[in-house]
Nanobody, 117 residues
Framework: QVQLVESGGGLVQPGGSLRLSCAAS????????MGWYRQAPGKARELVAS???????NYADSVKGRFTISRDNAKNTLYLQMNSLKSDDTAIYYC???????????WGQGTQVTVSS
């Protein structure tokens, strides 16, 4: 069983930066993709960024150029560096692991990011 714990959320002013971390514990298959989702009040859950086994990354258009996803394989930790934050970035951010085979998804508990002056 895999457990994901996010950290690093908080209150930040517009234009500021935060780095989210997601620590994974338990046995994780080598065949997985990690990513970050977010859900803002009144909005649908959105895939923010993902990183594949080969290190390839994908970003939502809304965060491209501002956010960077990375991972430390040795530490089994996922990161999301968020720069130039906007009020629209305010959301609960969730860490995810998508196991490719057998197919299964794990979710963290979420961490609140609030961008406000």
């Amino acid at each position: 069983q895999v457990q994901l714990v996010e950290s690093g959320g908080g209150l930040v002013q517009p234009g500021g930066s935060l780095r989210l971390s997601c620590a994974a514990s338990g046995s994780v298959s080598s065949f997985y993709v990690m990513g970050w989702y977010r859900q803002a009040p009144g909005k649908a859950r959105e895939l923010v960024a993902s990183i594949g086994l080969d290190g390839s990354t994908n970003y939502a258009d809304s965060v491209k150029g501002r956010f960077t996803i990375s991972r430390d394989n040795a530490k089994n930790t996922l990161y999301l560096q968020m720069n130039s934050l906007k009020s629209d970035d305010t959301a609960i951010y969730y860490c995810t692991i998508h196991i490719i085979f057998p197919s299964h998804d794990y979710w963290g508990q979420g961490t609140q990011v609030t961008v406000s002056s």
